[in-house]
């Protein structure tokens, strides 16, 4: 008489196993496509690859906000970094303003201070009698402080609207002119994952070779129809 409760608890193990697997290879696929490729991709904030929530529809809900290092780049002044945690720039999107933490701002043709996919920064508190786009295209001295302030010889033309995820009270990061903010993967780190994923992978792998294994012997024992 086959022990149908032992058939049940080999499914129920062979599934888990299963579903095991997948979750490693997700993880391995989210560290390799999100936080290796853009180790080197300004502003970019990894991915923790832990939480037993994580899924591929709400990964950017696990991301480290740390702040990444402000490198120093002497040769654009509209590189902006955001000194603090949970801070954001906003861009003009299709949609509404969009956050991003990656500085990389240049003038267009027409004044008008975008990043490197042609969204206009936000700016607040515009002065009303002048145009401060033409000001901006026709000068080479832009200056702006830790304020977010931008002034073209002296001249007042606007504010950097920052956002912010979680604002703590008191909380009031800065803006860095001239500087850049390096992505804050840690490579040593993810390769660490990488390898202790692949592992756990392959461990997996041969627990379900043993279930295969087992499955065989079920119907060599019971028959398929058992």
């Not at 290092?69 to 299709?94: Q, R, S, Y």
């Not at 627990?207 to 119907?219: I, Q």
Request: charged fraction near 25%.
């Amino acid at each position: 008489m086959p022990d149908f409760g032992s058939q049940y608890s080999y499914a129920r193990s062979k599934e888990t196993v299963f579903k095991g697997m997948e979750d490693a290879q997700y993880r391995l696929g989210l560290i390799v496509k999100n936080n290796i490729k853009n180790a080197n991709t300004v502003g970019f904030k990894a991915v923790f690859s832990n939480s037993v929530l994580l899924d591929p529809y709400n990964a950017d809900k696990f991301r480290d906000e740390s702040q990444g290092v402000n490198m120093k780049t002497p040769n654009n002044p509209l590189n902006l970094a955001i000194d603090g945690n949970n801070a954001f720039f906003l861009v003009e999107g299709p949609n509404g303003p969009e956050r991003t933490r990656d500085g990389r701002f240049m003038l267009n043709e027409d004044g008008e201070i975008v990043n490197h996919e042609g969204k206009e920064l936000v700016i607040l508190n515009r002065p009303t009698d002048l145009d401060t786009r033409d000001l901006i295209k026709h000068s080479e001295d832009i200056v702006i402080n830790r304020f977010g302030e931008i002034r073209v010889k002296g001249q007042f033309l606007g504010k950097i609207a920052l956002d912010y995820h979680n604002r703590m009270p008191g909380q009031q990061a800065s803006v860095q002119q001239g500087y850049l903010e390096m992505s804050n993967v840690s490579l040593e780190d993810s390769i660490l994952k990488v390898v202790e994923l692949k592992r756990h992978h392959e461990t997996l792998q041969n627990m379900m070779a043993m279930n295969m294994t087992v499955e065989k012997s079920l119907v060599d024992t019971y028959g398929r129809n058992v």
